[in-house]
């Protein structure tokens, strides 16, 4: 019993100075991954050889999202086999957005980027973003120039979609649905992604002051597996690019949006209700002869909900702020003119002039 006791110790120091001497990550590689058991082995071979060429201390983090076929002991396999793989097995299928945000709060480099493990991106790239990256940007995204996927269902789709993106948002990329990227990790330190949002981050990055650039990298046709992308997503992109723009030009004043409509609905039923009794003292016309009444009925209403949905969005905000100690702004960087030694020397100076006593 005692030799085991203390073992114990001397096992948990051996961990603390490995940990101690093990060098810090740059790169964080993150990988989601849904039923691509073919593909798994021959991409993180691919990504292990362009990392370890590198020379920079990496991490591979697979993500495996509720893979329903043989992908989880294909990831085991690539555990083994490579020191700097690590697998997350998340409970169930949450969705690519779900398992790139697991990746990034797993991932400890001052480098993410992202690759889907079809083998449809290149790692080859990987080294070309970070040489983007160098030059001075927090955000390089991949643009599949000469995109392999069928004509219609997925190039003509995608190319509707992004231009609905750059309009809407801004920033103009050819090409948000690629999920090869390289970010800083500044930028995604308060980015929370839900629904299908994980496309935006560069929007996100651009909002908060960061420099976004794109560069093209090759797309491969997939060889093994199924793709698991379809028209319906365009739908969940319009939706989602709705409440990324909502969230920046309202996410701190909700009033003007909802007290906007309110007021608006509110001087329709006030209009309504004017012509109504024109109509009756006027015309003659009584109230139950024409729809006004039921129109003045509703918009009011409306209205009036619309207001309380404003003032409840509000206190909302204010508790979604003040809770968590969160900032309405982002400070990019700060510029003073004031040096510690030119402080000290003024201060000295306004000392003797009122009177106070030099040293000696």
């Not at 990988?31 to 362009?50: H, M, W």
């Not at 590198?54 to 991490?59: D, T």
């Not at 690629?178 to 560069?202: N, Q, T, W």
């Not at 597996?225 to 997503?233: D, E, F, H, I, N």
């Amino acid at each position: 019993m005692t030799s085991q006791n203390s073992a114990t110790p001397r096992i948990a120091s051996r961990e603390a100075a490995a940990s101690e001497h093990a060098p810090h990550i740059e790169i964080s590689v993150i990988s989601p991954v849904y039923d691509e058991e073919d593909n798994i082995l021959p991409f993180a071979e691919q990504v292990i050889k362009v990392m370890t060429a590198l020379g920079r201390p990496y991490e591979l983090i697979f993500i495996n999202d509720g893979s329903r076929d043989r992908s989880p002991e294909r990831l085991a396999e690539a555990a083994d086999r490579y020191p700097a793989v690590t697998v997350l097995n998340l409970a169930r299928n949450y969705g690519q957005t779900a398992a790139m945000m697991a990746g990034i709060d797993a991932a400890s480099g001052d480098i993410i980027v992202p690759i889907d493990s079809d083998l449809q991106n290149d790692p080859l790239d990987i080294p070309l973003l970070l040489a983007e990256l160098k030059k001075g940007y927090d955000v390089v995204s991949g643009w599949r120039k000469d995109r392999k996927d069928a004509r219609f269902r997925r190039n003509l789709m995608s190319r509707i979609a992004n231009s609905l993106i750059s309009r809407v948002s801004g920033v103009y990329l050819h090409d948000y649905g690629c999920s090869l990227k390289a970010y800083r990790r500044a930028v995604l330190k308060d980015v929370r992604l839900y629904g299908e949002m994980h496309r935006f981050i560069p929007i996100y990055a651009s909002w908060e002051g960061g420099r976004v650039t794109e560069l093209p990298v090759r797309h491969h046709t997939r060889v093994a597996g199924r793709s698991k992308y379809g028209l319906g997503r365009v739908v969940k992109v319009v939706l989602d690019i709705m409440v990324v723009k909502f969230l920046d030009r309202h996410l701190t004043k909700p009033i003007y949006v909802f007290g906007g409509a309110g007021l608006g609905f509110l001087a329709i039923a006030f209009l309504s209700g004017l012509y109504a009794f024109w109509l009756k003292i006027a015309e003659g016309v009584s109230f139950i002869s024409t729809p006004l009444p039921l129109l003045v009925t509703l918009t009011f209403i409306t209205g009036v909900m619309s207001l309380l949905m404003g003032l409840l969005a509000e206190m909302l905000v204010r508790t979604y702020y003040e809770s968590q100690g969160k900032k309405t702004y982002v400070v990019k960087n700060v510029l003073s003119g004031r040096k510690p030694d030119r402080c000290a020397a003024s201060q000295g100076s306004s000392g003797r002039a009122a009177g106070t006593p030099s040293p000696g």
